[in-house]
């Protein structure tokens, strides 16, 4: 068994997968939208919206999220969230987890 507190201090919040556990999958979640413009080499990451809104920015177009919604983004997909309400949370699912694959853009 795993269980995974929520850090207070941590937007990103918990986040585990095959580095830290024998999980296989990446599994996290972050209570803002973090704005860091990024892309991933080979890995999809699916984001699960559970509650509040942002806007996520992929690849230039501007895709707006509200609770319910999902977004997958794909590899070499440039992507970054902005603008969150205070009560934002979204899951992320990464795969297939490949170590060092974020390339985040200035």
């Not at 177009?61 to 997958?72: H, I, K, R, S, T």
Request: glycine content about 8%; hydrophobic content about 45%; cysteine-free.
């Amino acid at each position: 068994m795993i269980h995974a507190a929520t850090p207070a201090d941590n937007a990103k919040g918990w986040f585990i997968g095959p580095w830290n556990s024998a999980v296989p999958i990446p599994v996290g979640y972050a209570n803002e939208g973090i704005n860091e413009k990024h892309y991933h080499a080979a890995i999809y990451e699916i984001y699960l919206i559970a509650r509040g809104t942002s806007l996520a920015i992929v690849d230039g177009q501007a895709v707006p999220l509200q609770a319910g919604d999902m977004l997958v983004v794909e590899p070499q997909e440039v992507h970054t969230f902005t603008d969150s309400s205070p009560d934002y949370l979204h899951f992320v699912i990464q795969t297939p987890f490949i170590k060092g694959d974020k390339v985040i853009l200035e």
